[in-house]
């Protein structure tokens, strides 16, 4: 990796400040993405604020952006409340990665394309003209079903899907203003030259997630497929929540993930069931509506609306005890 | 020579031959042995500095003023390398030795360009960004298919794309084949397909290199330090005898470490150039492109059988790619008695790097469609693929075997193929094996004792990793009448006597008799010694429980050992006349290995539940490392069954996968349950009888697994790796 300058912010709000004026400055929090781009030099930053150490306080019932994927799947609360979260967690990376990756990390992550992560190749987000995964023999089993026209690439994040489906909201620090957004609002499309895909300004930062409780949330559920058991991320991932009232619909949560640029709410899927009886193959159909795979992944898709009817069972199964 | 009557065999098919042990040799053993310390399970003697990282593997050495190398690679798999730009990485500061190859034709992705010396690593990394280097890309074909393509690219200029090569090209007689499907009730014609498999050792290749006063010292990782002295002195044009190669641990050469590579000679060159010790290690990357891998093949099979079991004809044509280099022939062993078998083997040259020996070369791959055809027959013919194994298999050891897998996977439980129902459906499979008796000739140990009864066993080759010291140990303490502790033992110095590369299973093999005759030396100079000095006949003597027993008085070896104030030494060969290359009891090496899987069959994943394997190594010298290599062999066999796949972008040329996340290995969360049989057989190979066991025990596993997951869902997979995808496209395109 390139040298750069190191700095330990004290609290996010001096974080914000030092990142948004700095030129070429990248902001470290466990590090077990960053540290990989930097040994390839996707990223080449002259400075690097590392917020491990920096105060940040949140209000009780908020996620800390830097509790760990350990702490979270660890948390008997979260496990009651939002047993999206708990599964999403627990299942990510290796126990000595969850020992070091935070929440906001997580959420921040960027795609596992392996065109965009070794610069012998042409990369769209990598400020290329064109993406590598797209083109006519590529190997791109593992990219997104939902590709844009420019990038194939696909979110591999296992909170954001779970987050997305409890209505989480994302507090965020910044010079200019704290704002909220919704998870949803953080995932951008892929732009040429932008590594990352998120909306934050220059220099913002997530600090905490805000969570409210409801019967929906309590009733959620994260399940992902991976080829491999051990250390590997998600072909297809599936968060939902189910509330039900006798047989009928009350509400109902439905997103995707690793199948487009960020995680992807199947809200027509949604509105199928919605204040109607349960049924899960009509869901599942529906969520992949509009799908465009790519030469080497349409498997996904049989994957993911089998992984859909797995979680609605399940919740299905959980609501009626 | 003394002629000897040695029963052969194991316990239920036994036969006695006569054997010729050498003046001045033990007396072979035979199926009655019943020796004190070999059999008997004993722990790795370096397992708590392995665990505790006091063991140094070459990538730990650090002589003082070490200093780091590179090899820059090409990420055009086919270009010629029009200028090279030195002037920004050699003005670095730390920089201390930059050379470039200029007019170079690139012809894979990751072959070198350039190398640089610096001070740190951290510097190197530095200077290697500041290299530019100006290519011609030129067209390229990574593929098989690519490679055969009307105007493909010529890969060798010397050569077409597609040879077949004059050694191992060809294999018994497809005319025979041919013939030999006349009369059959069932003919089947099948493809099928392995990947290319990057050893991926855990120790990168490469060597710490360093001069003193014209003598050059290489800490190598490598399987051969032997290899190593004479390649590098050759590269270097220098004698051999000013060259020490030491490898004390090695993380892993699976075939892949037998000679000093580029990077070695370019560090010991440069080591020599600046007057301090270079390191070049190669990095991960590199590793999975430049150091080796196991070649693919595309099989055409055709198969044939009788409706009552009987194999008629087997041909075989397969095309298979070694990248820039050759192997790529498959090896569908003679396991069974086809009345007309024939192979031929054709190597296509790609823009990729070149094949090396892989841990049973060419058997893995030939095993995956030999015993997937055999289980096809089965199906066509309606008979129990194991009962038809049986029927055509004449060999008593692996028969034998067959009864214990089957037991202890519970074959008679095995499920119609495709009956099992529900989502996630059970299936299990077998498949055979065999390897040869390797050991060989030429290897001289020391054995030396000291007045204080200090033993000491040296022999110059390397304990490639899979326990070679510990057995050497067992063998010594067995002829000494000592324990496993009571023995040092040092290896991977190549001033030491000369050893054999750990390469064919052989190691072992090799090296075991030649401690054994070392020993038995030293022992009868005790005896000898002893029986003049204190009394007693030396011919009713012996050693045993650490003491000399049938003497006229009781004595410890201690005792006996300080009769010797300076102590005393001997260096034992093993000859020819120490191996019975006739192999009267068995010509080869048996195995089987049985697999349960779990198929889901919505995502198409593929669990191995269980593999229960059983084999044949000869005489089982430490049972507990023995099953420990077979537990190795099985994981490295269900990580190419399943996960492992090099995969080349065919846009560029280059690897998509060149790390240890997207180039899958097996993890822990995906091991089965291993159930690790050894069946010892006394085979009179030598006097131990004591054949390898390193590369058998990966031959069967792919073959077994590819097999169950046919029982399981009943529809076949015949590529490899056995991923998601393809099951689901195999299980869509049944319905």
């Known amino acids: 990796m390139k040298q750069f300058g190191y700095a330990i912010a004290a609290d996010f709000a001096a974080a914000a400040e030092a990142l948004s004026k700095a030129k070429n400055s990248v902001a470290k929090a466990g590090g077990t993405d960053l540290l990989d781009l930097l040994k390839e030099r996707i990223y080449e930053p002259d400075e690097m604020i590392h917020l491990g150490k920096a105060k940040n306080e949140v209000p009780a019932g908020e996620l800390n952006a830097l509790a760990t994927l350990a702490d979270v799947a660890g948390d008997a609360r979260i496990r009651r409340d939002f047993p999206a979260l708990a599964e999403a967690a627990e299942v990510a990376a290796t126990p000595q990665v969850r020992n070091w990756a935070t929440v906001g990390g997580n959420l921040c992550q960027h795609t596992r394309c392996w065109y965009f992560r070794n610069k012998d190749f042409t990369c769209f987000k990598r400020g290329d003209d064109d993406c590598s995964a797209l083109k006519d023999g590529a190997l791109n089993k593992y990219n997104a079903v939902f590709p844009t026209k420019e990038c194939g690439c696909a979110h591999p994040s296992n909170l954001s899907p779970a987050l997305a489906a409890l209505d989480a909201r994302l507090r965020c620090v910044h010079p200019d203003g704290d704002r909220e957004l919704e998870l949803l609002a953080l995932y951008d499309i892929p732009k040429k030259g932008v590594t990352c895909n998120i909306h934050l300004r220059k220099g913002e930062l997530i600090r905490s997630v805000v969570l409210n409780p409801t019967p929906l949330t309590r009733n959620s559920t994260y399940i992902e497929f991976r080829e491999r058991e051990s250390f590997d991320f998600a072909v297809a991932s599936v968060a939902a929540a189910l509330e039900m009232d006798g047989d009928t619909v009350r509400d109902i949560r439905l997103v995707l993930g690793a199948v487009s640029a960020g995680p992807l709410r199947a809200v027509e899927a949604e509105k199928i069931v919605r204040g109607k009886r349960l049924d899960i193959d009509a869901v599942a159909k529906a969520a992949l509506k509009g799908a465009t795979p790519l030469s080497q992944n349409a498997y996904k898709l049989h994957v993911t609306e089998a992984l859909v009817r797995r979680a609605l069972t399940e919740l299905h199964g959980r609501a009626g005890r | ?735």
């Open chain 2, 1 to 735: 020579m003394s002629k000897q009557k040695v029963r052969l065999g194991f316990k239920g098919n036994e036969k006695e031959v006569e054997v010729n042990p050498r003046k001045g040799t033990p007396a072979w053993m035979g199926v009655d042995a019943d020796p004190a310390v070999i059999g008997k399970d004993h722990a790795r003697i370096d397992a708590i500095a392995k665990v505790t990282g006091a063991a140094k593997y070459s990538y730990d050495m650090r002589p003082a003023g070490l200093c780091y190398a590179k090899l820059i690679g090409s990420p055009h798999a086919h270009a010629k390398v029009k200028r090279v730009d030195l002037t920004k990485a050699r003005a670095l500061k730390g920089v201390l030795f930059a050379e470039a190859q200029e007019g170079k034709t690139v012809r894979f992705a990751g072959d070198d360009v350039a190398g640089l010396v610096a001070e740190t690593e951290e510097i190197l990394d530095d200077a290697i960004r500041l290299v530019t280097v100006d290519y011609k890309v030129l067209p390229h074909a990574v593929s098989e298919a690519a490679a055969q393509a009307d105007g493909a690219p010529r890969v060798k200029r010397n050569s077409e794309n597609v040879v077949l090569p004059r050694r191992g090209g060809t294999w018994g007689s497809l005319d025979a084949a041919a013939a030999a499907h006349k009369g059959a009730d069932v003919v089947l014609e099948r493809v099928y397909r392995t990947q290319v498999q990057t050893h991926s050792c855990l120790e990168t290749h490469g060597s710490v290199c360093e001069w003193n006063d014209g003598k050059l010292t290489v800490w190598a990782s490598t399987q051969s330090t032997f290899g190593v002295r004479r390649t590098i002195a050759g590269a270097l044009r220098i004698p051999q005898g000013d060259v020490v190669v030491i490898t004390q641990h090695m993380g892993g050469g699976f075939g892949s470490k037998f000679g000093a590579d580029r990077w070695d000679v370019f560090a010991a060159r440069a080591a020599k150039v600046i007057g301090r010790p270079v390191r070049c290690m190669l990095d991960r990357k590199a590793e999975h492109l430049v150091a080796g891998n196991r070649p693919s093949s595309i099989q055409r099979c055709k198969f044939s059988a009788k409706k009552n079991g009987t194999l008629l004809g087997a041909e075989v044509r397969s095309w298979g790619t070694g990248g820039i280099g050759g192997g790529a022939g498959v090896l569908n062993p003679d396991i069974y008695n086809f009345k007309g078998a024939g192979r031929e083997c054709f190597n296509v040259y790609t823009h990729a790097g070149g094949g090396r020996a892989f841990r049973a070369p060419r058997h893995p791959q030939g095993v995956f469609a030999l015993e997937g055809m055999i289980d096809e027959l089965a199906e066509a013919i309606k008979m129990d693929p194991l009962e038809l194994r049986r029927k055509n298999d004449s060999d008593p050891v692996r028969l034998a075997e067959y009864e214990i897998g089957a037991k202890k996977i519970g074959w008679k439980t095995r499920k119609k193929s495709g009956s099992d129902r529900g989502v996630k459906k059970r299936g299990l499979g077998c498949a055979a094996s065999l390897w040869y008796h390797t050991g060989g000739p030429g290897t001289v140990v020391r054995c030396r004792i000291e007045k204080d009864g200090s033993v000491l066993v040296a022999n110059g080759a390397q304990d490639i990793g899979t326990g070679t010291r510990t057995v050497l140990a067992v063998i010594a303490a067995e002829e000494l009448g000592l324990e496993v502790k009571d023995i040092e033992v040092r290896l991977g110095t190549t001033t030491d006597g000369f050893g054999p590369a750990s390469g064919g299973s052989k190691t072992a093999a090799s090296v075991g008799p030649a401690v054994r005759n070392a020993a038995y030396s030293v022992k009868r100079e005790i005896l000898a010694t002893v029986a003049r000095d204190v009394g007693g006949d030396v011919d009713k003597m012996d050693l045993k429980g650490g003491q000399v027993v049938g003497g006229k008085k009781a004595l410890t070896f201690k005792q006996a050992c300080s009769l010797f104030p300076d102590g005393f030494e001997t260096d034992a060969k093993a000859t020819a006349e120490d191996f019975d290359r006739r192999a009267q009891f068995a010509p080869r090496i048996s195995g089987c290995q049985f697999a349960e899987v779990e198929v889901d069959t919505e995502t198409g994943q593929v669990r191995v539940v269980k593999v229960v394997a059983v084999q044949d190594c000869g005489r089982v010298i430490d049972p507990l490392l023995a099953r420990s290599q077979l537990n190795g062999g099985v994981i490295q066999g269900v990580s190419y069954a399943l996960f492992e796949d090099r995969l080349l972008d065919p846009n560029t040329g280059d690897m998509v996968n060149p790390n240890l996340v997207d180039y899958k290995i097996v993890g822990s969360l995906d091991m089965p349950e291993i159930e690790a049989v050894m069946f010892p057989v006394a085979n009179g190979i030598n006097s131990i009888g004591m054949s390898g066991l390193g590369e058998p025990s990966t031959v069967a596993t792919a073959g077994a697994i590819g097999n169950a997951v046919a029982n399981a869902i009943g529809v076949r997979i015949r590529s490899l790796p056995i991923t998601p995808d393809k099951v689901l496209a195999a299980l869509k395109g049944m319905s």
